[in-house]
């Protein structure tokens, strides 16, 4: 039975540091997908979202 985990990043920086730590601890990325949310050019936010997946 595989094991899934979801999680949200709110800065494109910090993906990369994301990956690697779960990498460390037997995780794999599975997908990856990006959101926007903002109602104007100064307001708008992209959240990141990253499914990992480990084997039991």
Known sequence: MKEYDCVKVEHH????KTIERFQRNGWRLYTYQTAGMGAGP????VYHYLLFEKDE
Request: charged residues 25%; glycine residues 0%; aromatic residues 12%.
């Open 42 to 45: 100064m307001a708008y936010t």
């Open 13 to 16: 920086k910090d993906v990369s």
